[in-house]
């Protein structure tokens, strides 16, 4: 609350006695806010009440020691508190008149006490107390400083090792809470109180100027403003003054006295502390009474003014009424025009309205502009603290940088944006395009001088300014500043300009600017998106690129900064399908062409981000840029190398372009590019490409002989993750072959991949489990997997409460089932397994269903391990799943339940259960093995007499007789079985009836 007592409460001017709290509406808002925040205290924050504080607050009191009662010693002139610390000193004394108090406890007490003079306490404390936030938590902890954010205290804190650190944090944050909320609700009353309008000012301030100069004649020798930046409200103070309704600062030069420094605002005009040094800072401390215009100001301080001024005064008033007089004259003429086309009825609700609309409109323009971010609970995040107590002392800064002030800002700013992070919840930006709004403390407070000029350079965006907003754009604060000044608008209407470099300048500070979703999302709201893609087209004929002699070397340079600025801007998916509409893809595909390297990154870079989606990838094809892709891999630049192999990555999801990379000869390059390490981004790319490419088996054949599969084993170790995963992932697409599971083992792959499956990442348990598991489909490679305790790993996996994670664990049990020498006991050896595989059929997650019933077939293999899974109920699990129409699941669950019916009354069971109707509609897919599974489940439910039953009434009989004339034997032979056992039931039932 130091900050808010300094700022926002108004005292006493210096000079008249001790500075006391002036009786105004808004002293008295801010001190019945502090008694509310104060009373409530022992009971919102028990623990932080008993909090000692460093310094006691001291004050005169009124209270008389009989209003003490339980709770305190008490005697004629003296009280002392029960509650002492653990020096034994008591937390409230009272030696009449003089109080001291030393905990938020014994304060939320003493204003119980006073009852009705709780507001005099208060106020009495406050005055006595200038700075309580430094006597509460110690001097480290001053708020009048100008650095004093809520990540400078918490740094203080976090370094702090006293075990009272904790409490001292969150009273810490609560206060500082606290100093926020007073400020914010200062301004409510300062917009309620406001008397002299900004308009008004500034009309004075421009007839004083039309009557200023030299000679004797003039009223002063010159008034100038301060600050050259006005804002939309009319203001020219700074947003964390115009909380005090201040309105601008002005140098009065009279002919008669010293220059003057003087503050308009909301209340009046009144002489402040004037300029502290050269760079023009102002000391804003009030240091006269205050007057009701600076015309009255100005007479009271300067004779000679004053002289001068009655000479002009006919002259003053009458060019300030015919001022007036213009500007009203517009409006009077449109509402008797308004009034005219009106029934007479309607001309009393027009004035109301016209009379509502301009205070509503003025109110907004005077309303500040300053947002404050709520706090947070930072217990659990005093390692991003340290890490920002690191990036500000670290000795990081570049030598080259900013001034100091500024790379001190920079320094908070950065800061901010992690707390920010943690509020939010998540420290990346999302793909989805829009967002909520943008909470972000305006930095006003703690930015150095040179952040005012950005809004000059914003505001007169000229050649000059854009190269200056250019450098300092790569700032994330300054960035968007330049959003938040409305910079973007400017610099999308500057790309039609008949000028390059200026196109130039604006596409290459739009690409820096655009690098968070609000950024992105204004460039397509102000078209931005379609004058960029048109910077693209550089030429008539985009194949001249290809020859540098026939193409200006500025036209490359525009394409250049138009394909750089649609990179940034191609993060967003509404920007991915502007860019697409606006026919983005065919003259990217021409720009592949080009030798310019500086050009084909962006380009790549901008085809690497749409690629994700699944019409741009139909296009990529069409334009044939796979081709260009591939001949770039060859590049000697590992950034363009790194762009073409992350964009080969996004488009081989689809089997042709798999096919494209191989035919274009993508593949040789891939597999050469493996042996450079030591450039990770590049590493992770090209490994990526290899993975998604390895999906077909033609490229797996090609990369066996490119010795590929032995460079991605010994990649298996001493990688970071990005780089693993898509290793795995590659080895798994590789190890469905035979002779690539031998090669892997052979060269020492699969201990490094079992022990990955101890890992939390959760794509790269994806992709392992996977990869073990097509490895363990070879028995000597499945022997080793099994001594290294792999099985009971992957088992492990099923707990895991990512699905995927679940599913691909699953999937490669059943061949580890399958290969094991004695597989029953070694499934019987994991302590609650079976249990556990059989409760995972409540999954709602397809995949994970498919995969447990997999691996139940293959459990039920064994006799003893279904007699247990039996017991554990997955008979009525697995009936209760028979209402799919998922084909994979249909498959899998039917093969389970074929395994299941060789147990007890399980074929009775399953009836009971309602399993069978619904299997016979499995006999209607699409999908062979469908039909084997369920035909194979069919018959051995058939030898139940009411199972056939139920297989007749639904049409079995005929689907089935369709199905005994299949190609594939399991198939006929299932098919043939059931209806077997249908007909023998029927028969028995006709003999029956006859006998």
Not at 15 to 28: A, H, V
Not at 294 to 302: A, D, I, M, R, Y
Request: aromatic share 4%; with cysteine.
């Amino acid at each position: 609350m130091g900050v808010a007592l300094t700022r926002s409460a108004q005292w006493t001017a210096a000079g008249y006695g001790t500075r006391t709290l002036e009786i105004t509406p808004l002293n008295e808002a801010i001190l019945k806010e502090i008694i509310m925040f104060v009373e409530s205290f022992i009971y919102k924050h028990p623990q932080e009440a008993k909090y000692v504080f460093v310094e006691p607050l001291e004050w005169k009191t009124n209270l008389d020691p009989s209003a003490f009662e339980s709770g305190y010693i008490v005697s004629e002139t003296t009280v002392k508190s029960e509650e002492v610390d653990k020096d034994g000193q008591p937390l409230l004394s009272v030696s009449v008149p003089h109080i001291k108090v030393r905990s938020f406890g014994q304060l939320s007490r003493l204003l119980l006490i006073a009852k009705d003079t709780k507001l005099k306490e208060a106020q009495a404390c406050i005055e006595a107390n200038r700075d309580p936030v430094t006597k509460i938590l110690g001097l480290d902890y001053n708020t009048k400083k100008e650095d004093t954010s809520v990540v400078n205290i918490l740094d203080k804190i976090t370094k702090d090792e006293d075990p009272e650190s904790e409490i001292k944090m969150k009273l810490g944050m609560l206060l500082k809470q606290l100093d926020l909320h007073l400020l914010n609700h200062s301004l409510k009353h300062i917009s309620l109180e406001i008397c002299l309008k900004p308009t008004i000012v500034k009309n004075d301030i421009e007839l004083l100027k039309h009557f200023s100069g030299k000679g004797e004649q003039t009223v002063l020798e010159s008034i100038d403003y301060t600050s050259d930046y006005e804002f939309s409200n009319g203001c020219r103070a700074p947003p964390w003054r115009q909380i005090h309704g201040e309105i601008c600062y002005v140098l009065v030069k009279p002919h008669d006295v010293e220059t003057l420094c003087i503050t308009c605002s909301a209340e009046g005009v009144f002489l402040n502390g004037g300029k502290t040094d050269d760079e023009g800072e102002i000391n804003y401390e009030r240091k006269s009474e205050i007057y009701k215009d600076l015309v009255t100001f100005l007479k009271e301080k300067s004779a000679k003014f004053s002289e001068n001024m009655s000479k002009q005064d006919v002259r003053f008033s009458g060019e300030w009424k015919k001022k007036e007089a213009l500007k009203e004259a517009p409006k009077k003429e449109e509402a008797a025009a308004l009034q005219k086309a009106l029934p007479a009825s309607g001309k009393s609700v027009l004035e109301k309205n016209q009379i509502n609309f301009g205070k509503s409109q003025m109110t907004k323009r005077l309303e500040p502009s300053l947002n404050w971010k709520a706090t947070v609970d930072f217990k659990k995040h005093k390692s991003l603290l340290r890490d920002t107590q690191e990036e500000k002392h670290g000795g990081r800064l570049e030598r080259s940088g900013p001034p100091v002030s500024h790379r001190r800002a920079q320094l908070v700013c950065k800061s901010a944006e992690k707390i920010e992070e943690i509020i939010s919840g998540s420290s990346s930006e999302s793909e989805e395009d829009e967002e909520p709004p943008d909470h972000r403390q305006e930095a006003n407070v703690d930015l150095p001088s040179e952040y005012w000029q950005i809004q000059k350079l914003v505001k007169y965006l000229k050649i000059g300014s854009l190269k200056i907003l250019k450098e300092i754009s790569h700032n994330p604060q300054i960035r968007r500043n330049i959003v938040d000044l409305g910079g973007l608008p400017i610099m999308v209407n500057i790309l039609d300009s008949p000028h390059k470099s200026l196109k130039c300048l604006a596409a290459e500070t739009i690409a820096n600017v655009a690098k968070f979703r609000r950024a992105r999302r204004a460039v397509r709201r102000h078209g931005g998106i379609t004058k960029l893609v048109a910077l693209l087209d550089c030429a008539q004929n985009s194949g001249e690129l290809a020859q540098s002699s026939l193409c200006d070397a500025r036209d490359v340079e525009v394409a250049r900064c138009g394909a750089l600025a649609l990179w940034s801007c191609s993060k967003s998916y509404m920007n991915k399908e502007a860019i697409r509409k606006a026919g983005g893809i065919p003259l990217l595909a021409g720009l592949l062409k080009t030798s310019h390297e500086n050009v084909l990154i962006p380009v790549v870079g901008t085809l690497q981000e749409c690629a994700s989606e699944e019409s741009y990838r139909a296009a990529i094809k069409a334009e044939r840029i796979i081709e260009n892709l591939v001949k770039n891999l060859s590049s000697e630049n590992e950034q363009l190398q790194e762009h073409c192999a992350m964009a080969i990555y996004q488009c081989a999801e689809d089997k042709e372009t798999r096919d494209l990379v191989r035919l274009h000869g993508g593949l040789k390059p891939l597999a050469s590019l493996l042996n450079n390490t030591d450039n990770k981004e590049r590493l992770a790319a090209v490994t990526g490409a290899i993975w998604k490419c390895s999906i077909s088996k033609e490229n797996v054949t090609k990369f066996r002989e490119y010795k590929a599969i032995e460079t991605l084993v010994g990649l298996l170790t001493d990688q970071p993750e990005e780089v693993l995963v898509n290793v795995v992932g590659a080895l798994g697409e590789c190890c469905q072959e035979y002779e690539n599971r031998v090669l892997v083992r052979k060269c020492g792959g699969i201990q490094p991949l079992v022990n990955l499956l101890v890992g939390i990442n959760q794509a790269l348990l994806v992709n392992v489990t996977k990869a073990v598991g097509a490895c363990a489909v070879e028995p000597e490679s499945m022997m080793i997997i099994d001594r290294l305790d792999g099985v009971r790993l992957l088992w492990s996996l099923l707990k895991n409460p990512h699905p995927h994670v679940k599913a691909s664990a699953a999937w490669a049990l059943c061949p580890c089932i399958q290969n094991a020498k004695d597989a029953g006991e070694m499934v019987r050896s994991f302590v609650g397994g079976l249990e556990l595989v059989v409760n995972l059929l409540k999954s709602d997650n397809k995949e994970v269903l498919a995969s447990v019933c997999a691996a139940i077939t293959n459990i039920a293999k064994d006799q003893e391990n279904l007699a247990v899974i039996t017991d554990h109920g997955v008979v009525p699990l697995l009936s209760k799943l028979a209402n799919t129409n998922n084909d994979k699941l249909r498959r899998h669950l039917a093969e389970a339940i074929s395994r299941c019916c060789m147990w007890g009354r399980n074929r009775v069971a399953f009836g009971e259960y309602k399993a069978v109707a619904p299997l016979v509609r499995y006999l209607k897919s699409n999908d062979t093995n469908v039909h084997r599974a369920t035909a194979q489940a069919l018959y051995q439910l058939s030898e139940d007499a009411d199972n056939c039953i139920t297989m007749h009434e639904n049409g079995a009989v005929k689907l089935l007789l369709d199905m005994v004339g299949s190609p594939d034997e399991e198939l006929q032979e299932a098919a043939a079985g059931c209806i077997s056992n249908i007909r023998r039931l029927a028969l028995a039932i006709e003999k029956a009836r006859y006998t």
